[in-house]
């Protein structure tokens, strides 16, 4: 574990405390995921942890429950499928898990029209459908139960706030988690609903890493997944969404309500068709 992970078990906002001993992460296995799981986990948060990938999913929850002492429930299941909303929340149903993370995306840096159907299909399925079922079949199971806190955690990206080529299909389902969670923040927290999207800018997970051309300078920015995770629990609860970074947070206000629309949207194209110009 890196050493931020020690802040977990100092953060103010203590997460078993607000929202009993379970806790679900779909999409765990590596990058922030894991982060989140290791959160959880360092918290004594028992985890149902969700992954196609079943190697890495079962190393980390070896891991976790030889450091931390936890219970924890595996599901290998692709979440495209159409029965991985049942399989979670038969999970969810069982213990009574009252916080839910969904950190999976599917994301390919390349041009619109190189996409065929079966990637478009499993855009909308992983980033949109998935999610929004799952969100929508977790508040039916605990919409009675006002005098318990329930947190839905949706993992958005600072490329879902302007289209930008390449990234079409991953930037339009982002910018729908966002809205999705910020709209649900608002109508849901008087039902005790805490509902957040968490708006990340470039971090250091495998699948970044491995979208960049070879000898990018960018992975000394990225953002560590661990303060991101760090940043993302602190602020559940609290506001509709949060952006985690100093830079981000700057790039953000300036390019969402310093510098006109246009503008921005042409220097975030600018500056990504110098990133990947071999893929345009």
């Given at each position: 574990m890196p050493e931020t992970a020690s802040f977990y078990c100092r953060m103010k906002n203590d997460i078993k405390t607000r929202y009993g001993s379970?806790?679900?992460?779909?999409?765990?296995?590596?990058?922030?995921?894991?982060?989140?799981?290791?959160?959880?986990?360092?918290?004594?948060?028992?985890?149902?942890?969700?992954?196609?990938?079943?190697?890495?999913?079962?190393?980390?929850?070896?891991?976790?429950?030889?450091?931390?002492r936890i219970r924890i429930k595996t599901i290998y299941i692709d979440l495209a499928?159409?029965?991985?909303?049942?399989?979670?929340?038969?999970?969810?149903?069982?213990?009574?898990?009252?916080?839910?993370?969904?950190?999976?995306?599917?994301?390919?840096?390349?041009?619109?029209?190189?996409?065929?159907p079966a990637m478009l299909e499993r855009y909308v399925q992983v980033n949109i459908k998935t999610p929004i079922q799952l969100v929508h079949?977790?508040?039916?199971?605990?919409?009675?139960?006002?005098?318990?806190?329930?947190?839905i955690l949706l993992m958005s990206s600072l490329a879902g706030s302007?289209?930008?080529?390449?990234?079409?299909?991953?930037?339009?389902?982002?910018?729908?988690?966002?809205?999705?969670?910020e709209s649900l923040y608002y109508e849901l927290k008087d039902e005790g609903f805490d509902v957040l999207a968490c708006i990340a800018g470039a971090t250091a997970t495998p699948g970044y890493m491995a979208s960049l051309p070879y000898g990018d300078p960018e992975p000394g920015s990225a953002m560590h997944p661990a303060t991101v995770v760090k940043a993302a629990l602190r602020a559940i609860g609290r506001r509709p969404f949060v952006i985690p970074g100093i830079k981000n947070k700057?790039?953000?206000?300036?390019?969402?309500?310093?510098?006109?629309?246009?503008?921005?949207?042409?220097?975030?194209?600018?500056?990504?068709?110098?990133?990947?110009?071999?893929?345009?």
């Amino acid at each position: 574990m890196p050493e931020t992970a020690s802040f977990y078990c100092r953060m103010k906002n203590d997460i078993k405390t607000r929202y009993g001993s379970w806790g679900l992460v779909a999409g765990a296995a590596e990058g922030l995921g894991s982060a989140y799981s290791h959160a959880l986990a360092e918290n004594g948060m028992n985890l149902i942890l969700v992954d196609l990938q079943k190697e890495l999913l079962d190393s980390l929850a070896s891991q976790l429950e030889s450091s931390f002492r936890i219970r924890i429930k595996t599901i290998y299941i692709d979440l495209a499928s159409g029965e991985s909303v049942g399989t979670m929340m038969d999970a969810i149903i069982e213990t009574d898990c009252r916080l839910m993370i969904y950190n999976a995306a599917f994301s390919l840096v390349q041009r619109f029209m190189k996409n065929d159907p079966a990637m478009l299909e499993r855009y909308v399925q992983v980033n949109i459908k998935t999610p929004i079922q799952l969100v929508h079949a977790f508040c039916n199971f605990h919409i009675p139960e006002k005098d318990h806190r329930k947190g839905i955690l949706l993992m958005s990206s600072l490329a879902g706030s302007w289209g930008t080529r390449l990234l079409g299909p991953y930037g339009a389902s982002k910018a729908f988690n966002h809205i999705l969670a910020e709209s649900l923040y608002y109508e849901l927290k008087d039902e005790g609903f805490d509902v957040l999207a968490c708006i990340a800018g470039a971090t250091a997970t495998p699948g970044y890493m491995a979208s960049l051309p070879y000898g990018d300078p960018e992975p000394g920015s990225a953002m560590h997944p661990a303060t991101v995770v760090k940043a993302a629990l602190r602020a559940i609860g609290r506001r509709p969404f949060v952006i985690p970074g100093i830079k981000n947070k700057l790039v953000y206000i300036l390019m969402t309500r310093i510098l006109p629309r246009r503008t921005s949207v042409k220097l975030m194209n600018h500056a990504v068709g110098n990133r990947y110009r071999a893929k345009l």
